[in-house]
């Protein structure tokens, strides 16, 4: 619409119009069609993904011209024109003489039927109804050390099953964290979200000790079921809405825990 109005009003507007030719829906559109790509070598089905998308490009084209718009329809560009492909080798040169390419790790949603990396927005998400769990983090030395008492943390999850990826415990810098003393023993956990927690574990409690986030940094604890340690750290996504203010930190479950994990080192 804005390139035919700008044409109208006497501007040159060329508009080249382009195809994203690779990628899932291809390939699950051909193996709909009864295609079984486990039973051919991948050049095979490539061949067969390249027909069907020029097939669907050209279609695509028809329609295009049909409702009326102003393109250079003679001359599109294709993601699987050898001409693109070698831009993009060209591009990425570039990036990895400038030093931009590099290899880390990263937890990523990953579809087992399909067997490749799905992005975030062909995600489906259903609700579902899933135990929570309050666990108990035994301080590690330096814990007893640094706040003149021997005390735990108190983590609250809603994913147990990512309990034995945890290698840290995440504490928000600016929040004011209390120790208690309870029957398990004394129990570190956001002073805004005490209340909430000790009625939902069903303890009675004394606050005997206040301490500031941002001094819970670089403490231990010891993991409750893996002989391990893990590591205290401050991160801005550790919220006072629910929960204990001392949030389970898996790395290699979620970007916040990716992030946070980075930053310290894990």
Known sequence: VICRYKNMEGFYTPYIPGWDTHGLPIENAIQKQGVDRKSMSTAKFREKCYAYALKQVERQMQQCIRVGTFADYK?????????FEARQIDVFAKMAVDGLIYKGLKPVYWSPTTETALAEAEIE????????????????????????LESSFVIWTTTPWTLPANLGISVNAD???????????????????????????????????????????NLHYKHPFIDREGLVMLGDHVTDEAGTGCVHTAPGHGVDDYNVGQKYGL
């Open 175 to 217: 929040f004011t964290y209390g120790i208690y003393k309870t029957d398990k023993g004394n129990l570190i956990l956001a002073e805004k979200l005490a209340e909430k927690a000790f009625s939902d574990m069903g303890l009675s409690y004394e606050l005997i000790k206040e301490v500031q986030g941002k001094d819970l940094e």
């Open 125 to 148: 998400y259903k609700d579902v109804v899933s135990s929570s769990i309050y666990v108990k983090m035994e301080g590690s030395a330096d814990v007893t050390e640094r706040l003149g």
């Open 75 to 83: 001359h599109p560009y294709l993601t699987l024109h050898k001409e």
